[in-house]
C-alpha cells in the first residue's frame, strides 16, 4: 500500500482497500494512512499556494446566518467581485470543449495542488488533479479536475460523481464540501471541475 501523499508531495494515491475501510466495508483497523492524509495534504498546499500568493486576493470573509426556519447562510466576500479571473460568459449548459479558451490544462505550475491517483495492483491511473481556486470563498477553496488530459466540457460525468464521492469518503473532516456548478449555473470555466473547501464558520 502507498502512502497518501506521494514522493513529491503533490501526488495523493488511494485504492480500493481504503475505500472499503472509509465505506466501513472493511473491518480491519490496520489503515495505510491515506485517511489521514487527503485532508492533510489539501490543507498544506492551499496554504503553501496562499503564502506564495497564488490567489488574486487573501482570503478574508464574513457569514452569517439568515433568521428563519430555512438556514439560509449569507457571505460578504467583495474581494470575490472585483478580483476574480474574468469568467466565460455562456448561453447554453451544453457546449463543446474550446481548446482555445481559458482550461485547466493552461493552469500556472504553482496552481497545481496535487495529482490524484487511483491504484490498482501495481499500476496507478490519474483519475484527476487538485487545483487551487485563484478566487476563493472558503478555506482550501480548490478545483477537483476529474482526468484533466481528456479535456471535456462543463457537463457532469459518472466518473466525475464517483470521484467526488470517494475524496468525500476519504476525507475526515465533516465540514468537507464538494460541489459542482454547470454551465449557465455560474460556472465559469468550460472543462469538468467540481468545486472543493471547508464549510467557513458561521456566526450567528
Not at 466576500?77 to 469568467?87: A, L
Request: contains cysteine.
Amino acid at each position: 500500500m502507498e502512502k497518501g501523499a506521494g514522493m513529491d508531495d503533490r501526488t495523493f494515491v488511494y485504492d480500493q482497500y481504503d475505500l472499503n475501510h472509509a465505506f466501513g466495508v472493511s473491518t480491519s483497523d490496520i489503515t495505510n494512512g491515506v485517511t489521514l492524509n487527503f485532508d492533510d495534504l489539501l490543507v498544506k498546499t492551499w496554504e503553501i499556494a496562499q503564502s506564495n500568493a497564488v490567489s488574486n486576493y487573501e482570503l478574508k470573509i464574513e457569514c452569517r446566518r439568515v433568521p428563519g426556519p430555512l438556514g439560509i447562510v449569507a457571505q460578504l466576500n467583495t474581494q470575490r467581485t472585483s478580483n476574480r479571473r474574468k469568467p466565460q460568459v455562456f448561453n447554453n449548459v451544453s457546449l463543446p470543449f474550446n481548446p482555445d479558451q481559458f482550461n485547466f490544462t493552461k493552469i500556472k505550475q504553482n496552481e497545481l495542488l496535487f495529482n490524484i491517483y487511483k491504484k490498482d495492483g501495481h499500476s496507478r491511473t490519474l483519475v484527476g488533479s487538485c487545483v487551487v481556486n485563484v478566487s476563493p470563498f472558503a478555506k482550501c477553496h480548490s478545483l477537483i479536475v476529474p482526468d484533466p488530459n481528456s479535456c471535456r466540457p462543463q457537463i457532469m460525468a459518472v466518473d466525475g460523481i464517483k470521484l467526488a464521492l470517494e475524496l468525500q469518503a476519504l476525507s475526515r473532516n465533516k465540514t468537507l464540501v464538494t460541489v459542482f456548478n454547470s454551465m449557465c449555473g455560474q460556472a465559469s470555466v468550460n472543462h469538468l471541475h467540481l468545486h472543493c473547501y471547508y464549510m467557513p464558520k458561521i456566526n450567528g
